[in-house]
């Protein structure tokens, strides 16, 4: 079977890609032939070498594409600052890569876990991309353009790169962040989901199981796909770490996966104890502040306190409700 991936990066995001492909390396199957795409800016040759040599895990094809970033010189910059203008290349993928006709994008903050192959292989013949919803979008209201019947996360896209060659996908992605500019928000992520709404398959949910939702545990309790939330992190196929904690600087849920392969890149480190100090205390004040909100969650069909303009309203076991009224609501 031939896999094809494809990251896209600059010399910034070395170390994490490489810990990206060790996973995918060291769990892909045997018989499995991988040819890898990295869509680059400015990286350099040593670290060019440091990626080629994880072909130690297992021999596969590793190919660098030179992408001209000033393409993108008019594109907005992302909010976030640990997002770049790298996300937009893949925007190119279709017409850099004209003789594959599918191909698995992955941002380069995940570990790849076992089942990659069956990921692969997901039909998605009439549609322009496979994907999992992006499951913080169900409570986001900062994006002014909300109208998506499903918003999905384009961290990891399985592309049918002949429709787009077709459809011209990568002009009507351009167009879409030239017109909308900033109001997309998530930029690229957003212009995808406009440009390839009602063409997209939905995935599994462990095929992109976003660690931010587990930094967030009162909207993992209070979710509309919690069932399935739980059940996707217990059986992870792709673990995404989303959000501004990364597993290599800070604390956060599932980060022994990312621990575990980083030690197979010329990137493993022995951290020492004041690190391992830091991120014990993040860890600690996750869990306080976690059980705060499983207190507050379990208390929720006992005891409801709803702020009003003059005074708080109290119900109990929804039916009695109290009023108790603000210090200066008389004055």
Same mark, same amino acid.
């Given at each position: 079977?031939? &896999? !094809?991936?494809?990251?896209?990066?600059?010399?910034?995001? &070395?170390?994490?890609?490489?810990?990206?492909?060790?996973? &995918?390396?060291?769990?892909?199957?045997?018989?499995?032939?991988?040819?890898?795409?990295?869509?680059?800016?400015?990286?350099?040759?040593?670290?060019? !070498?440091?990626?080629?040599?994880?072909?130690?895990?297992?021999?596969?094809?590793?190919?660098?594409?030179?992408?001209?970033?000033?393409?993108?010189?008019?594109?907005?910059?992302?909010? !976030?600052?640990?997002?770049?203008?790298?996300?937009?290349?893949?925007?190119?993928?279709?017409?850099?890569?004209?003789?594959?006709?599918?191909?698995?994008?992955?941002?380069?903050?995940?570990?790849?876990?076992?089942?990659?192959?069956? +990921?692969?292989?997901?039909?998605?013949?009439?549609?322009?991309?496979?994907?999992?919803?992006?499951?913080?979008?169900?409570?986001?209201?900062?994006?002014?353009?909300?109208?998506?019947?499903?918003?999905?996360?384009?961290?990891? +896209?399985?592309?049918?790169?002949?429709?787009?060659?077709?459809?011209?996908?990568?002009?009507?992605?351009?167009?879409?962040?030239?017109?909308?500019?900033?109001?997309?928000?998530?930029?690229?992520?957003?212009?995808?989901? +406009?440009?390839?709404?009602?063409?997209?398959?939905?995935?599994?949910?462990?095929? !992109?199981?976003?660690?931010?939702?587990?930094?967030?545990?009162?909207?993992?309790?209070?979710?509309?796909?919690?069932?399935?939330?739980?059940?996707?992190?217990?059986?992870?196929?792709?673990?995404?770490?989303?959000?501004?904690?990364?597993?290599?600087?800070?604390?956060?849920?599932?980060?022994?996966?990312?621990?575990?392969?980083?030690?197979?890149?010329?990137?493993?480190?022995?951290?020492?104890?004041?690190?391992?100090?830091?991120?014990?205390?993040?860890?600690?004040?996750?869990?306080?502040?976690?059980?705060?909100?499983?207190?507050?969650?379990?208390?929720?069909?006992?005891?409801?306190?709803?702020?009003?303009?003059?005074?708080?309203?109290?119900?109990?076991?929804?039916?009695?409700?109290?009023? +108790?009224?603000?210090?200066?609501?008389?004055?």
């Amino acid at each position: 079977m031939d &896999i !094809n991936i494809c990251f896209t990066t600059d010399n910034n995001y &070395i170390r994490p890609l490489c810990s990206t492909m060790a996973s &995918i390396l060291k769990n892909i199957k045997n018989e499995t032939s991988l040819h890898i795409f990295i869509l680059e800016h400015d990286v350099s040759d040593e670290n060019k !070498n440091k990626i080629l040599s994880l072909k130690d895990i297992k021999d596969c094809e590793i190919s660098f594409v030179k992408i001209n970033i000033s393409v993108f010189d008019n594109f907005p910059d992302f909010q !976030n600052n640990y997002i770049t203008k790298t996300a937009y290349f893949r925007f190119l993928v279709a017409d850099l890569l004209k003789n594959v006709d599918k191909i698995l994008y992955l941002d380069c903050d995940i570990i790849v876990l076992p089942g990659i192959e069956e +990921l692969f292989m997901q039909d998605i013949t009439d549609f322009y991309i496979g994907a999992v919803e992006d499951v913080a979008f169900y409570f986001d209201i900062l994006c002014p353009i909300r109208s998506f019947d499903t918003y999905i996360n384009s961290g990891v +896209l399985l592309i049918n790169l002949k429709k787009w060659r077709q459809e011209n996908i990568s002009q009507k992605l351009f167009e879409a962040v030239e017109k909308y500019g900033s109001e997309l928000y998530y930029l690229d992520q957003t212009a995808i989901n +406009l440009v390839c709404k009602g063409k997209i398959k939905l995935l599994e949910l462990h095929y !992109n199981v976003q660690v931010f939702i587990l930094l967030q545990i009162c909207v993992l309790l209070n979710h509309p796909l919690r069932k399935r939330l739980i059940q996707s992190i217990k059986k992870p196929k792709i673990i995404h770490y989303t959000g501004k904690k990364k597993p290599w600087n800070s604390y956060c849920p599932l980060r022994k996966y990312y621990l575990k392969y980083e030690k197979l890149t010329p990137f493993a480190t022995d951290y020492d104890f004041k690190y391992k100090l830091k991120i014990f205390m993040q860890f600690i004040f996750l869990l306080l502040k976690d059980f705060y909100f499983i207190l507050r969650f379990l208390l929720s069909p006992i005891i409801k306190i709803s702020q009003k303009q003059s005074y708080f309203e109290i119900t109990l076991f929804f039916h009695f409700k109290f009023k +108790l009224f603000k210090q200066n609501s008389f004055s």
